[in-house]
């Protein structure tokens, strides 16, 4: 019996496994998505269309201006997709524990997104603001940018600058975004691959490639109100009188209302998908070949 029980011990690389090989997949995704995303923070911020966005990017800044806040975007997801998709796997498997090894209904897997998008927000909210800082900087007059050098330079600079509180700024928004990205990407995910798996009968990459899409279109259209509202409240700077803009997110968000109606929250719908689906998409890829090759030697 002794021996029995050393057969499948929980090691320390079976416990973090999870974390390492989400935040892996999702840096990988995002080296590939940077420019996409530098446009789609550009359109928020309302300097046009996404052509004239990147014809005038290409003739002022460079082509380098399209990584701006790559470190930051690493880091982001080193932080932010470690935590949530590590979260996911372990909040999904004590589930499945307690429901005697049977797939999980719709609702139980949106409720553990929920929680691992939480999660992974609070963990990743200082990356992510120090990646719309270096993203925005540009778009600021030449007094007001702050010239951050890269993201542990932005990050030193609003502790030193703001106080540590100040690497939180927006985390509400951000957490509430979140939180809806990943209940799109996460469930959305999880039954679209068992319904192609077992309804449809698609093979292994068929099914990681539909169910990628699925998640990626899902995660744009639950959460890019929110990545609208978060964006504003990061990169508001105060006026003369010190008076920001906004009080809060709900603040922005009923101003928004007020002046845009409810479309202007889908302000770059088309560019928000194409770069939230193809790094959804890429990220479940990526894990997949990661998980895959682990498996073949034995990890």
Not at 39 to 55: E, H
Not at 81 to 90: C, E, I, N, Q
Not at 142 to 155: C, E, K, P, V
């Amino acid at each position: 019996m002794a021996e029995e029980k050393k057969v499948a011990p929980i090691g320390i690389w079976t416990a973090v496994k999870p974390f390492v090989n989400g935040g892996a997949s999702g840096m990988l995704a995002t080296c590939v998505i940077q420019p996409i995303d530098m446009i789609k923070v550009r359109i928020q911020l309302g300097q046009g269309s996404a052509a004239s966005v990147t014809t005038t990017m290409l003739k002022n800044e460079g082509i380098g201006a399209f990584y701006k806040g790559l470190s930051a975007g690493l880091l982001r997801q080193a932080t932010y997709t470690t935590a949530r998709l590590g979260s996911f796997k372990m909040l999904t498997a004590k589930a499945s524990e307690a429901n005697d090894g049977k797939p999980l209904p719709l609702y139980q897997k949106a409720l553990c997104g929920l929680t691992a998008g939480a999660i992974g927000a609070c963990v990743g909210s200082p990356a992510d603001l120090a990646l719309i800082r270096m993203q925005a900087d540009n778009t600021l007059p030449l007094a007001q940018r702050r010239n951050y050098t890269n993201a542990f330079h932005a990050l030193y600079r609003i502790s030193a600058d703001e106080g540590v509180l100040a690497l939180w700024k927006g985390c509400g928004p951000t957490v509430v975004r979140a939180m809806a990205l990943n209940m799109g990407m996460l469930a959305s995910y999880d039954q679209s691959a068992e319904y192609m798996r077992d309804n449809l009968g698609l093979g292994e990459t068929s099914t990681v490639v539909g169910a990628s899409a699925v998640s990626g279109f899902c995660a744009a259209a639950c959460s890019l109100p929110f990545d609208f509202v978060k964006t504003q409240i990061q990169k508001m700077q105060p006026d003369a009188q010190g008076k920001y803009p906004y009080t809060g997110s709900l603040d922005c968000a009923m101003q928004t209302l007020k002046s845009g109606g409810p479309l202007k929250f889908y302000t770059g719908f088309p560019v928000y998908c194409v770069r939230i689906a193809p790094h959804v998409m890429m990220t479940w890829i990526f894990l997949n070949q990661i998980t895959k090759f682990q498996k073949n030697i034995g990890m």
